[in-house]
């Protein structure tokens, strides 16, 4: 299999790429892709051992980084917006510290440039009991991932990764991979560039992700940089609310 990320492309001006979270793939910001396609050119990427990216057993910031660095090449595109949520964030704020001539705006969505606790272990175990030979249904797996999962939307958001051919369902992202890529995944920044492009940081005024704690480290990375917060949202914030969400990237982006 070729070490090429899966990507979908539409819209037609400057460059915006997507990148999604842990566990989801370029569907999570489809709402977001249609918001900007009219203005924009936007690839939204599936991050690789997810989606119909490639897997690997590896998955270091710095890897997935160079994984946009080459798409970026293979679609002849010089300079790009950055959009990242989650997992995706720290992926573009990596690549904004380590490629910054790639980078023109970059915008971060609930997540800061910290090491954050092993707090979805539950959750990949409870993908991984999920015996996929023995369901007849997403439904048989809803049942056996609520063991893990109290939260009906995130179960919902996780057998996304679930799909059926010939009547029979597989995982498309690699969830062994993942499980011993998390520490990893886990990290934060651990280099010593900074960014001095305009950036965003969007903070669901729900989520714990970015705390007043991080303010200092984030300001020292990116000090052209500020924040807003989206009231009633939690960490999928540009899927509880989209509408806000998509205004504060359009407004941030015609600035």
């Known amino acids: ?20 979270g842990l566990l989801g793939s370029l569907e999570n910001l489809n709402m977001v892709a249609k918001s900007l396609k009219e203005n924009y050119r936007v690839t939204n990427i599936d991050v690789r051992n997810h989606g119909l990216s490639f897997h690997k057993k590896t998955m270091t910031y710095k890897e997935l980084a160079q994984d946009i660095v080459e798409l970026m090449a ?3 595109i010089e300079r790009s917006h950055i959009l990242g949520h989650s997992m995706g964030g720290k992926i573009a704020m990596e690549l904004a510290l380590t490629h910054c001539e790639k980078v023109d705006k970059l915008i971060v969505a609930d997540i800061a440039p910290v090491a954050y606790p092993s707090h ?3 959750i990949i175990e409870g993908l991984q009991s999920i015996n996929v030979d023995k369901i007849e249904s997403r439904k ?8 893990f999962v109290d939260e009906v939307g995130i179960r919902q958001f996780l057998l996304r990764n679930l799909v059926s051919k010939d009547g029979q369902f597989n995982f498309k992202c690699n969830l062994d991979n993942i499980e011993q890529c ?3 995944i886990m990290k934060g920044y651990e280099g010593e560039q900074t960014f ?8 669901g005024g729900d989520s714990h992700y970015i705390t007043a704690e991080h303010r200092e480290i984030i300001k020292h990375l990116f000090p052209n940089s500020h924040a807003k917060i989206i009231q009633g949202a939690g960490h999928w914030l540009h899927a509880e609310k989209t509408i806000a969400f998509n205004k504060l990237v359009n407004d941030f982006l015609k600035r």
Not at 1 to 20: C, E, P, R, V
Not at 196 to 203: H, M, Q, V, Y
């Open 140 to 147: 048989d797996a809803d049942i056996q991932l609520s063991q």
């Open 74 to 76: 293979d679609l002849g």
């Open 120 to 122: 979805h272990a539950h």
């Open 182 to 184: 998390y520490q990893e």
């Open 1 to 20: 299999m070729t070490n090429k990320l899966h990507y979908q492309q539409q819209g037609s001006g400057a460059d915006i790429i997507l990148i999604h």
């Open 196 to 203: 001095t492009g305009a950036t965003l940081f969007i903070k």
